[in-house]
């Protein structure tokens, strides 16, 4: 079973957050509103919080900066932490023959590719092994 989930930046202080994501789209209007002329759609991440004594779970939604969310890979790397998209990975190849590489994680095409769209080449956790170096919105100069 694939562990669905999201992570972003926080939009209120920058801070990582990750759950479930939810886009809060604009609202359809048939009669213009001039105050309601800047609503625009809002991103969250949903995630439940702490609970104590058998008490229900608190939800929780934080707004995050849409730029920044991506989405799990469904695979960790070699200290078991999960990889995202966007995702600075470096890969040791396990194949004979295999190359390692360092790149973006990305997705497109129904999989996840490291590194651009020339010399991507697919994530796979079965042939290869994988660490995160960082990600593209704290270390944009690891993917050069």
């Not at 990889?83 to 390692?100: C, E, F, P, Q």
């Amino acid at each position: 079973m694939e562990e669905i989930k999201f992570r972003g930046k926080r939009k209120d202080n920058g801070e990582w957050v990750y759950g479930y994501f939810f886009k809060k789209a604009r609202p359809l209007q048939c009669i213009k509103i001039k105050d309601d002329s800047n609503k625009e759609e809002e991103y969250f991440i949903i995630f439940s919080g702490f609970a104590n004594w058998n008490m229900p779970r608190p939800i929780y939604q934080v707004e995050v900066i849409p730029e920044t969310v991506g989405s799990y890979t469904g695979i960790n790397d070699k200290y078991h932490k999960e990889i995202y998209k966007g995702d600075i990975v470096k890969r040791t190849s396990m194949a004979i023959g295999g190359i390692d590489i360092t790149g973006a994680v990305d997705f497109s095409e129904c999989t996840y590719w490291i590194g651009s769209v020339g010399d991507a080449v697919r994530l796979y956790s079965e042939i290869d092994m994988f660490e995160v170096q960082g990600n593209i919105y704290e270390g944009p100069k690891l993917v050069n």
